[in-house]
């Protein structure tokens, strides 16, 4: 029964978040959502993403791989090294050869990326009819409108319309193409306990862990805004400074 609900989560994660050429259908536009990060001076929202830290590694990872992402690099989310120490202690990786040339299991390191609910792709299609979980590190940069896409896919299941008819396996999802999704719904009221009063609600998850893949798949938009800010000051005091010395070069010909 683990196995085939798995599977199921997978095969409609891959379904949800394949390439727009694919997304044909009369599936609303996913609704725009208030996102700290939205705008020039956006920025992060650090307590929402180790919230949905925390969605991710005890929902989304069962099936899902963080890749690119480092535990290190969790300082950014306002974690402390020790903080980040104890989160990686948690794994274990494979390393080696050792002396005799064997591999080893280990507890994983800070410079060590997340680590993947599968040993290899070909055990993770085993484990889930042949397809294969998409990694999460990129996911909201793979959809247009990626975070409003994550955060309606999330929050879209609900009861079929009336006269739609589903077949085994699948669940009605109002933001699907079609309406019609293999992934039963991944999030509940209460399946995540958030200790600082946060409501423990499905909006709530979906808002939290959409942060967090967003800083997964962009760790440096907050540098990247101040840099580009930055970058327009000058460009306007530089105007201004150019448009004296015009005024002053040219102010006696006529």
């Given amino acids: 029964m683990k196995k085939t609900i798995l599977s199921l989560m997978a095969l409609g994660l891959i379904i949800g978040f ?63 090294e020790d903080q980040v120490k104890n989160i990686a202690v948690e794994y274990t990786v494979t390393d080696g050869p050792n002396e005799d040339g064997e591999m080893f299991d280990r507890p994983a390191r800070p410079s060590d990326k997340f680590v993947s609910p599968y040993p290899n792709d070909k055990a993770a299609k085993a484990l889930n009819n042949g397809a294969l979980p998409p990694d999460l590190s990129l996911i909201t940069k793979a959809r247009h409108n990626g975070p409003n896409y994550l955060y309606a896919i999330l929050t879209g299941y609900g009861e079929p319309e009336h006269g739609v008819e589903l077949m085994e396996g699948q669940h009605w999802n109002k933001y699907m193409p079609g309406h019609v999704i293999a992934m039963a719904a991944p999030l509940s009221d209460g399946i995540v306990a958030y200790e600082d009063g946060t409501p423990e609600t499905v909006s709530q998850y979906s808002k939290d862990v959409t942060n967090f893949l967003v800083w997964a798949a962009d760790p440096y938009l907050e540098t990247r805004k101040r840099t580009g800010i930055a970058v327009l000051i000058f460009l306007i005091v530089f105007s201004g400074v150019m448009y004296g010395v015009k005024k002053k070069i040219w102010k006696d010909i006529h």
């Fill in 18 to 80: 394949a390439p727009s050429s694919f997304a044909a259908g009369d599936a609303p536009h996913a609704p725009h959502q208030h996102w700290h990060f939205d705008g020039i001076t956006g920025q992060f929202d650090k307590a929402a993403m180790q919230r949905g830290l925390k969605v991710y590694r005890e929902v989304c990872s069962a099936c899902h791989s963080l890749k690119r992402v480092a535990y290190r690099n969790l300082v950014d989310l306002g974690y402390t």
